[in-house]
């Protein structure tokens, strides 16, 4: 097995190889092998290795370089075009950034310039990041959030600080808070279960309580993930015209699209400005006083865990983003 992975991988010495084999990188048959296995017509060898990785050693480094040189022109241009993107804590590990309503998280389509541009961007202005570094490995956001909402996002800038927090947020060790503006008044505070079919055609989501999924025949059930949302209210308004509103604190237990748009609308409290989910009507209102045109949803705060090295400096770190100034107004217009 050894010699045929030196075939594959001809850059790669022994020792990196070795290592990728002992800390199952490299898998036989679904495996951990030494390298002394005799191979067959048949058998399955896996590579958990980044393309980028993979493309180095096995002779290709530098048509990666080269990919790589096309694509700093690209993100240079993003930090310089996407203007209210603020860094709020840094480490060499992490990066937490503000992200302004109106950008993307992750591209949609290829000719589009994100907040992943922009990071990678950002880190080759500072000197962070060298164009060579991106061949073997691309910083990137751990968590997406819509265009039109703004807040913190994490991003890993290292492959542990990726890794880590992707775990994190995997295992729901770390808690996002957001806050938003729904129609109606709430109860002080409440916990929120449900479950969420996603119409991929129409990028719309469905939410079912648990009495209704309970009704669901097997097969329509295995179409749905179920959703867990907290929220305490923080202040009840009071509009001239559009009536009472509420501002909410949400607590984002599992992240599924569109969850906290379309769990509180589901039992009759939209979100100021959600055209999508919401009522039209009573966003048209503060659309004409407020210029408030698509929902008003800002992720406020993080809170990290008990972390270990090399991350023990962001253990319990609460951070937290100031809301955009459209809050203020309608905080000071509603006030009873």
Known sequence: MDKLLHKILPQASSGFLYKMLRKKNITWNGKKADGSEKTAVGDKICFFLAEETFAKFAGQEAAAS??????????RKAYASLKGIRVLYENPHVV???????????????????????LIGYLLEKGILQQ?????????????????????????????????MNTLLKERSVHKFYRLMVQGRMPAEAYLDGYLYKDEAVNKVQILSKEKYERLASE????????????????????EKAGTATLLEVELITGKTHQIRAHLSSVGHPLLGDYKYGN??????????????????HACRIEFPQMEEPLAAMSHLILT???PPVYERLLRDGKR
């Open 321 to 323: 983003d100031e809301m």
């Open 220 to 239: 329509q059930k295995k179409l749905y993930s179920r959703i867990e949302t907290a929220y305490r209210a923080i202040q009840e308004l009071s509009f």
């Open 66 to 75: 080269q990919a790589a040189g096309m694509k700093t022109a690209e993100y």
């Open 280 to 297: 039209r009507a009573w966003n048209e209102l503060f659309r004409k006083e407020y210029g408030i045109s698509s929902q008003l949803l």
């Open 132 to 164: 060579e570094e991106l061949v073997t490995f691309r910083p990137s956001i751990c968590n997406r959030l819509d265009r039109n909402t703004s807040g913190i996002v994490i991003c890993g800038i290292s492959l542990t600080g990726s890794q880590r």
């Open 96 to 118: 937490l950034l503000h992200k302004p309503s109106g950008i993307l998280s992750q591209k949609a389509e290829p000719g589009d310039l994100s907040l992943n541009e922009w």
